[in-house]
């Protein structure tokens, strides 16, 4: 067996692991696009902005989609959730469902008055 064949056999060998290693960071990578409107891990700076921290991966989901489908209108959403995949979603749902509901802060800012 030479060097070539050798290493081939041990990439194969490890490429269950890397994908399970790839599978666990995916919803966390992929709600990290997220933290710019909705706050890092999901809690965001301001009252007008719902978290997805504590939100149940069913209606992370069902929300996603509408986006998607355009049965749900949003200002910015809309635009931003064609890009995902099932998988994608299924990942970030997953994710935001896994973390406690953030508490409600009496800081938080309100929507500005026009």
Do not use: W
């Amino acid at each position: 067996m030479n060097l070539r064949t050798s290493l081939t056999i041990i990439t194969l060998a490890l490429m269950p692991q890397f994908v399970v290693g790839q599978t666990a960071l995916t919803g966390k990578t992929m709600a990290d696009t997220c933290a710019g409107c909705h706050g890092t891990d999901g809690v965001p700076a301001v009252a007008y902005i719902p978290p997805l921290a504590g939100l149940s991966a069913e209606d992370f989901s069902a929300a996603m989609i509408a986006y998607q489908n355009g049965t749900r209108r949003a200002t910015i959403m809309n635009r931003i959730a064609p890009a995902f995949s099932e998988t994608e979603i299924a990942a970030m749902a997953a994710y935001f469902a896994s973390l406690p509901k953030p508490e409600v802060a009496s800081s938080l800012r309100t929507r500005p008055e026009n």
